[in-house]
């Protein structure tokens, strides 16, 4: 069994900032894997918009690169996201995963709730 608990998101208009949190427990083998952080828009497919292997190396969409942070805690299998600069277009349910997603090599990706980051004035 495995959970992955996101946390942190809300409300906050544009040029404000957010951290969320993630924290996995379970089955998943959180200090080895890469895990990303991934978001869905309404309307739009879910997308990888930051990653951190086991070590720390980061990647990150276009569209967030300099805005975003990703970073992870292994003792505490945990994970965060500082974004910064946020805009209307980053508003959508944030999820954390391994990446690829836990569960996608047998079809049966397992995901979070979720934590909704609204950015609006």
């Known amino acids: 069994q495995v959970q992955l608990v996101e946390s942190g998101g809300g409300l906050v208009q544009p040029g404000g900032s957010l951290r969320l949190s993630c924290v996995a427990s379970?089955?998943?083998?959180?200090?080895?894997?890469?895990m990303g952080w991934y978001r869905q828009a309404p309307g739009k497919q879910r997308e990888l918009v930051a990653r951190i292997t086991n070590i720390g190396s980061t990647n990150y969409a276009d569209s967030v690169k300099g805005r975003f942070t990703i970073s992870r805690d292994n003792a505490k299998n945990t994970m965060y996201l500082q974004m910064n600069s946020l805009q209307p277009e980053d508003t959508a349910v944030y999820y954390c995963n391994e990446d690829p997603p836990y569960g996608f090599a047998a079809g049966t990706p397992y995901w979070g709730k979720g934590t909704p980051v609204t950015v609006s004035s």
């Open positions: 379970g089955r998943i083998m959180f200090s080895i894997n890469a």
